[in-house]
């Protein structure tokens, strides 16, 4: 499975992105799709994951992220409304098919 991230950008506060990880290879075998981040200085922390219809979210993403996944494009979203400063990282898509794969990270910036 390999995975292609995109969708990063500057945006100003209470803004919104899209995040887009595109997969290709054995995708039919995925169980769960996800997104990680990474601020500076801190620690990768989940973000939200989505399984068959069940998704999960962080606390600090909850009413403000909606992740989705087009099985027929084979393609992982992460929809960001309501963007704070404190979102700032590099956000990683990655795919569960028995082993976990990666996609590279695309850098989210919030900042006036």
């Known amino acids: 499975v390999q995975l292609q991230a995109s969708g990063g950008g500057l945006v100003q506060p209470g803004g919104s992105l899209r995040l887009s990880c595109a997969a290709s290879g054995s995708s039919f075998s995925i169980n769960v799709m996800g997104w990680y981040r990474q601020a500076p200085g801190k620690e990768r922390e989940s973000v939200a994951s989505i399984s068959g219809g069940k998704t999960t979210y962080a606390d600090s993403v909850k009413g403000r992220f909606t992740i989705s996944r087009d099985g027929a494009k084979n393609t992982l979203y992460l929809q960001m409304n309501s963007l704070k400063p404190e979102d700032t990282a590099v956000y990683s898509c990655?795919?569960?098919?028995?082993?976990?794969?990666w996609g590279q990270g695309t850098l989210v910036t919030v900042s006036s």
């Open positions: 990655y795919a569960l098919s028995g082993v976990v794969f």
